[in-house]
């Protein structure tokens, strides 16, 4: 018999399995390109003897997420005043929002300065909205937030980062 795979209607792979008669596993691997689109895939599997006579099919979805939204960072005083980019404040605690529209987010990390920290934070998959009270390191000066995300298929993407200066004298 042969083993066709078949992805979202179009003919990937066809194998030729050698058997003596009678019923089969097979237990082979198929490799396919699944195209540039994420999505929801959807991979056949007929067999067809020598005579022409094809199994029904069964069927497996995959999704293909290789691509996650823009998260999107914001710093605040509290949650009614934004603190603009270009800002000069005088305090050093704040809000800061994390919102992505990816709706697989699992994970997140907000953090002031050059040292990322290695743990992530976690949720349970969705949308994004997280906020987290800070305090920004001491000093005047300009300080700098950073944040990212990352989605149940393990990818990764930084939202721009905040920098805001502090004057307190």
């Not at 179009?10 to 194998?15: M, N, V, Y």
């Not at 699944?34 to 056949?44: C, L, N, P, V, W």
């Not at 305090?91 to 987010?105: K, M, S, W």
């Not at 944040?147 to 805001?164: G, W, Y």
């Amino acid at each position: 018999p042969i083993v066709k795979a078949y992805l979202t209607g179009d003919c990937i792979t066809d194998t030729v399995i050698d058997i003596s008669g009678g019923a089969f596993t097979y237990t082979g691997t198929i490799s396919f390109n699944a195209g540039e689109a994420d999505g929801t895939k959807t991979i056949s599997l007929i067999v067809e003897d020598a005579a022409g006579n094809k199994s029904v099919a069964k069927e497996a979805s995959i999704v293909l997420d290789t691509q996650l939204d823009k998260p999107v960072l914001t710093l605040a005083k509290d949650a009614e005043t934004p603190v603009a980019v270009t800002t000069w404040i005088n305090y050093h605690e704040i809000v800061a929002t994390l919102r992505c529209n990816d709706t697989n987010i699992e994970a997140y990390k907000i953090w002031e300065g050059d040292k990322e920290p290695d743990e992530w934070t976690t949720q349970t998959p969705g949308t994004l909205n997280a906020t987290l009270k800070m305090t920004l390191s001491e000093g005047d000066g300009q300080k700098t937030v950073h944040a990212k995300v990352r989605d149940t298929a393990k990818n990764i993407e930084d939202a721009d980062a905040v920098v805001t200066n502090i004057d307190t004298v």
